[in-house]
């Protein structure tokens, strides 16, 4: 019987099995924002799970995304600490805000407690390491929450690069953006720096980032020279369409990023990422190599799915030809197999479906985009032992 596997590229895995639990497994969640929806529905929709607690630093935020949800006898509490502490449990979504990302992963490893990390990582490459030296000390898994890997055409990208058809790969440009789409609708948290950390750069720039770093075979980042910026968030304008003009004074991170990244093996990373910006799209994500070149069509990849269909440009008897790759259905039920995939891991003592060596990567990335911006210099990425 097939079994989920993120290296079989053969289908869109429809139906994959899962490695069941005789005994519920006893989640919590910390964190009950937007996200963590997401995150219940599709526990909800496993039969071997139990979500016994959950809590939020926001008084009653827990019960009434509890209550919404008919979750019955949950323990609810405003210190992630306390519920650790005090809930037997087997793991934890953690769907915070950036900042306490990391806190919350390593307090819960080290209480013995797999978990499924929202993206990005962290704030930080110092957060991502500490959070990485805690798992490989507690024995558990950390899962980061990047479901587009779970879509087949994400999956085809990586499949097309890895079976040599570009040849050697020199040059990538990747990235997105929207015109108008700073993300205040739901929680303004995505716009304070106290809380998000990163704007555009780790709210949807980590998305493109893992979409090529991911194909190529995660290449070390070796130096970037980025720029970080805010020219839109910090005007009333900006949230015309949303009518929350007092979100102007609350802006404090990043609308707009860009950087050109030397990676390992002489590969060039061109990318740009925008919240806000007068232009429909900053550039598709193309991939040039010795024996072809991909183009990804720039639509919403950040989502796990583009709607038009890739163009692979090679040369036949010397001639240059396009090829379409058709597009294969899309996945519908991304969320339901990053926690499946999660959770047959903890059952059968695998690998995390995202391991965190694979997004440590994409977090130096970000953390040097950010450093390279506030030295207005090119700086080389150092990534200390794990
Ligand atoms: N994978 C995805 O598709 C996806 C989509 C949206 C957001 N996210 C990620 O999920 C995270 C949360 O996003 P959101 O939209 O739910 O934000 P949100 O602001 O709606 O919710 C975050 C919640 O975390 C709570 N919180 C923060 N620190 C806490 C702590 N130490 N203890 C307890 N509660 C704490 C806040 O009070 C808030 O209620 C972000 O990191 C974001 O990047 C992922």
Same mark, same amino acid.
């Given at each position: 019987m097939a079994k989920l596997d993120m290296n079989d590229f053969s289908n869109n895995q429809a139906a994959v099995d899962a490695t069941y639990s005789e005994k519920k497994l006893r989640i919590g969640i910390i964190g009950t924002g937007g996200i963590s929806g997401s995150h219940i529905e599709a526990y909800l929709n496993q039969p071997d799970v139990e979500i016994v607690a959950g809590c939020d630093l926001i008084p009653g935020k827990a019960e009434d995304r509890f209550a919404s949800h008919g979750i019955e006898g949950a323990k609810t509490f405003v210190d992630y600490k306390e519920m650790i502490d005090t809930v037997e449990m087997d793991a934890v979504s953690v769907c915070t805000y950036n900042c306490t990302h990391a806190e919350c992963a390593i307090y819960a490893l080290e209480h013995g407690l797999h978990v499924l990390l929202e993206k990005p990582f962290t704030v930080t490459l110092e957060e991502a390491i500490a959070v990485m030296k805690a798992e490989k000390a507690s024995g558990k898994i950390v899962s980061v929450g990047f479901q587009p890997r779970f879509d087949a055409n994400m999956q085809m990208i990586k499949k097309i690069v890895q079976s040599g058809e570009?040849?050697?790969? &020199?040059y990538v440009q990747t990235g997105g953006g929207r015109r108008h789409g700073i993300p205040v609708s739901w929680s303004e948290t995505f716009i304070e720096g106290d809380k998000a950390g990163l704007g555009a750069l780790g709210d949807i720039g980590c998305y493109s980032i893992d979409l090529v770093m991911n194909a190529l075979g995660n290449p070390k980042p070796l130096t970037v020279t980025g720029t970080a910026t805010d020219f839109f968030g910090t005007t009333p304008e900006a949230y015309a369409e949303v009518g929350k003009p007092e979100c102007a004074e609350k802006f404090s991170v990043d609308d707009y990023a860009s950087a050109y990244i030397r990676l390992e093996g002489g590969v060039i990373l061109d990318f740009r990422i925008a919240w806000y910006m007068h232009m429909d799209t900053p550039g598709d994500t193309i991939i040039l190599g010795t024996k072809g070149g991909l183009r990804v069509p720039s639509t919403d990849c950040w989502n796990g799915s583009f709607d038009k269909p890739m163009t692979l440009y090679h040369d036949v008897a010397g001639k240059p030809v396009e090829t379409t790759i058709p597009l294969l259905p899309?996945? &519908?039920d991304l969320w339901d197999r990053k926690i499946r995939s999660f959770l047959d891991a903890i059952i059968t003592g695998g690998k995390a479906p995202v391991p965190t060596n694979e997004i440590l990567y994409n977090q130096a990335i970000l953390d040097g985009i950010n450093r390279s911006s506030k030295l207005g210099r090119e700086i080389a990425i150092e990534i200390p032992e794990i």
């Open positions: 570009l040849g050697r790969v &020199y899309p996945t &519908y």
